[in-house]
Structures are given as structure tokens and as C-alpha cells.
């Protein structure tokens, strides 16, 4: 759930108008404000403050909304997002109209992630009862869409503006769109990014310091004029504007260029400052003491059940890639974390905390707590699922936990579990500490058992090295076979006999009692750890 300042429905439904969004039914109050960005899943009971959108991923059904609406105008939601193609009945409109809740659908071609995002930049940023609120160019920080709209009036002229991967950050919503609506809340479309990208025309408006004009559309008789933003060296996104400029208004846009790259530069240091604030909240609450509840109450926690997940990357390759690059990978695996966790509960908090991305899950607490840590290796196994990189994701999952003020207990079961996957002792990616208690006590171990291997081990890993035998392995596949021969010597392709032999030679030369259970214990205890950690 993504709390921000205020803003009017009427203003959401102007801005976006109906390329991002169509009111399905519901009566739009002029009053009706957002306050809050809520995701709902439907196998979920509601959850979402007062003067909230809920954007309702997976809620499909007509019958689904009319039922879920009461529940939404009781906590006092504004209005509901549904995926289009969507079609109401007249039980639904009736039942939009006696609840107040406005139903809304996201257009095709639009992300749920994209939506999130528009609302934010839609959203007032900073504190209004700011004395001395953060501006450029007299337009309040981070705002693109004021900024987009101040553009278009220089240039007489709808404005997008786009990210360095050509997603839309925000549009002009002025009279100039009436002269030229096609541009408006409309990037270009794929086929003409990438006739763009084969011609060399992208290529040129990156290298550009001016406005370069391309030719658009199926048959290229549709002309645009883009401007890359930077700051410094970096391209951070591009404007575009419809039709052919004349100098003066080249000029122009080359200097609202460098306003834009203001607000962005702004927007990202904004969000890195909020991502390292939570982070720190999160440490402190997964850490315990006494600023622990504070800190959760800053994250907006309840005490329910609820689980930690540990996500880290590894690989070998991890080595070779430069500091700057790897950190970009953390925090790109990170974000794309953290909004997962979102969509499984509105109400989960996620931050990265040196090199791994801890989330808060909470868990219904209805449910059996087995039942719940499954939940959340469900929710894991499904981001990994999703997440493309080029390094290996591992996500360790903690103990389901009753109440907040037993994060830290959660916090070490993943990272216990989260070493275990580290080490590669076993082939997953996600792993509950109950799936691998065993190999995690052994791993605690080899930090303190410097003398491995020992004893009768020893004796033999020395014996088999100086005559070329395999009395090491004899004996633990007697043991992992319990010490039934019939079953060790087929797990060895030997002769029973065969096997009786080799295994009164390790009692020889290991000097063990393969009799004494104290002595079985200690030798397979010391191949396990040997198998664990390599003798150094």
C-alpha cells in the first residue's frame, strides 16, 4: 500500500482520461479524493484505508465486483480498478451507485506497475503543509505532469514524456491536445520503436544535444520531434512532441530538456532516500531492542502472523561483474522484489539491507502455520518465477510468526535457511530452514570444527590417497545404507563379499569400532561436514 498526498478522482480521471482509464460505472463525486494506492487479490479479504484506489488484479467476474463492492464502501474505498475488457451488468451498476464506489477499467496495452506509477507522479509529492516546499522552474519537484503540461504550452503542442525504456512518465493535458489528440498518454508503439531503432533514429536522438524530427506511423507520414534528457552523460528518458518545430520553438524544448532531467534526477534521489528510509526502518524492526516497535509502526505493521523472506544473488559470474554493475542488479532484483511482495499483500514491507532484500509477508492467521509458510514459498517460488537475471536469485523463508515482536526470529530462520542456498548444498532456489535444518546445523558447525578430518577419517583419506583404494567411500556408503551390505555394495557395483572385505579394512586401518554407535555417529558426522566444507 503506497500512502501519498491527496488528490481529487475527477482529477485522476482527467488526467489519464480514457487511455489509461474508462469508468465502467459509479457516479464520480467531484469531493471523492485518493489518498492511498491499494492492490487487492481476491482470494484475500479486502484490506484498504479510507479514500483509497484498489486496484483489483485478477478480479475479473462482474458477480466477483458486485459482491466485493459493500465491503470496499464500508472501509470507504473511492473507487476500483478491473482489467479490461470488462463488461457490467445492471446488478452491478445498481450496486455501484448504492455503495458510492467508483468501478474504473485499466485499458489493455497498460500494466498494472504502469498505473501504480502514473498515480504516484499524479500525486502531489512532498508534504503540502511544507513551508518552503522543493521546486524548479517554479513547478513543484518531481511533478512531470505539470512540467509536461508548461511544455505543451510553449510549443503549442501535446507532450509525452517517456523513461529510457520508452515507458511513459507523464502527458500534457491541455487545449493544445484538442488540436492534436493522437500523441496524448500515447508512447510509440512497439513496431515503430523498433523501425526506429533499425534506422539509426534513436541512435541519433540519444547523440543529440538538439530536437531531431523521425517520421512515425505504418507508413511514415506522421512526424514527431524528440529530445533526449540527461544529466551529465546519463540518458535519462526522452520527450516527444506531434509535428515539425521552428527553431524558436527547437530551442525550447532544448531548454525544457534540462528542467525535465531536474525533476527526474529529483524523483530518483527522492525515491533512493525513501527506499534507504525504509531500509533502515526494516533493520531496525528485524533486528529487535527497543526501537524495534517504533520502527514497525513507521512501517505499517499489525500485529499478525506473518513471515520474513531473505533474498539474495548468487553466482560464480557475480565475481567478475564491476561493483557499480552488481549494485544496479541488487537494486533492480530489489524493487522488482518489494512489488511482488506488494501484490501478495498490500500490507508487506521490503528493503535492502547490505546485499539482501528482506520482506515482511503477512500471513492470514486463520490458516495453519504449516499452511502459511507454504503460502510464502508459494508467493517466492512465483517472483522467481517472473524475475529474469543474470545472476542466480535464492530466497531463504523464516518461521511464520504470531506477532512483530518476533521479526528477529523469523529474520534468522531465512538467513539460516538463505546460507544453506548460498553454500549450494542442496539444488533449489527457495527453501524453507525446516526443509533444510540438517545441512544448516552442519554448516553452523564447520565455522568451529577446524580439525576435519580427524581420526579414523583421517587415517583413511591418508590410506586411500597413498594406495589408490576406497575405503572413504566404502565406509560411508555403509553407513548411508545403514549398514545393510546387500544395499551398499549394489550402491557401489561390488560383490557383496567384495564389500565384507573392504569394510573389515577400514576397521583395520581407521582403527574404528564400526560396533561402537559412538563411533558411526562421529564418522559420518565428520563426512558430511567434509562433504560440506572441502579439507583446506
Known sequence: MNHRPQVTLVRVLEALDTTLLTVVCGTVAPERTIEAIVIHDPR????????????????????????????????????????????????????????????????????????????????????????????????????????????AALLESPVTIEDRNAQLLAFSNGPE??????????????????????????????????PVEVATGSTGDEVRTAIAV????????????????????????????????????????????????????????????PSAGEAVHRLGL??????????????????????????????????AFAVHLSFAHPRSVSGLVGDVAYGVLPLASAIDADDEGDSAVRVATEFLARMRSALRPLIGVGAVVSETGLLP????????????????????????????HAEALLLELTGSARDIPSGPLARLIAYDETHGSSLTETLEAWLDAFGDVGVAAAAKFVHPNTFRYRLRRVAEVGRIDLDDPNARFGAMMQLRLRAIAPER
Open 44 to 151: 484475500d479479504e479486502p484490506d484498504a484505508p479510507r479514500n483509497s484506489l484498489v486496484m483489483g488484479v485478477g478480479v475479473e467476474e462482474p458477480e466477483l465486483v458486485r459482491r466485493l463492492l459493500p465491503l470496499l464502501a464500508q472501509a470507504g474505498v473511492t473507487a476500483l480498478v478491473v482489467r479490461a475488457p470488462f463488461v457490467s451488468d445492471e446488478a452491478l451498476r445498481a450496486e455501484a451507485e448504492a455503495t458510492g464506489v467508483v468501478v474504473l477499467a485499466l485499458n489493455p496495452g497498460t500494466t498494472w506497475a504502469h498505473l501504480a506509477g502514473m498515480l504516484r507522479s499524479l500525486m502531489t509529492p512532498g508534504d503540502p503543509d511544507e513551508a518552503r516546499p522543493v521546486t524548479f522552474g517554479g513547478i513543484l519537484a518531481g511533478d512531470l505532469f505539470a512540467v509536461a503540461d508548461a511544455i
Open 302 to 335: 499489525r500485529e499478525e502472523s506473518c513471515v520474513v523472506l531473505a533474498l539474495t544473488l548468487h553466482d560464480p559470474a557475480a565475481e567478475q561483474l564491476s561493483h557499480a554493475h552488481l549494485a544496479a542488479e541488487r537494486k533492480r532484483v530489489a524493487d
Open 409 to 436: 526470529r523469523s529474520r534468522a530462520s531465512a538467513d539460516r535457511a538463505l546460507r544453506v542456498l548460498r553454500a549450494g548444498i542442496v539444488d533449489r532456489q527457495v527453501a524453507r530452514l525446516d526443509e533444510v
Open 230 to 289: 540527461r544529466a551529465g552523460d546519463e540518458v535519462l528518458g526522452t520527450i516527444w512532441t506531434a509535428g515539425t518545430l521552428t527553431a524558436e520553438r527547437s530551442a525550447s524544448l532544448h531548454d525544457a530538456a534540462k528542467l525535465v532531467a531536474m525533476h527526474m534526477v529529483w524523483q530518483r534521489t527522492d525515491a533512493d532516500v525513501e527506499r534507504r528510509l525504509r531500509a533502515e526502518l526494516l533493520r531496525t524492526a528485524l533486528g529487535g531492542g
Open 177 to 210: 491536445q484538442q488540436r492534436a489528440p493522437g500523441i496524448r498518454a500515447r508512447p510509440l508503439p512497439s513496431q515503430d520503436v523498433r523501425a526506429l531503432e533499425e534506422s539509426g533514429a534513436l541512435a541519433q536522438i540519444t547523440r543529440s544535444e538538439w
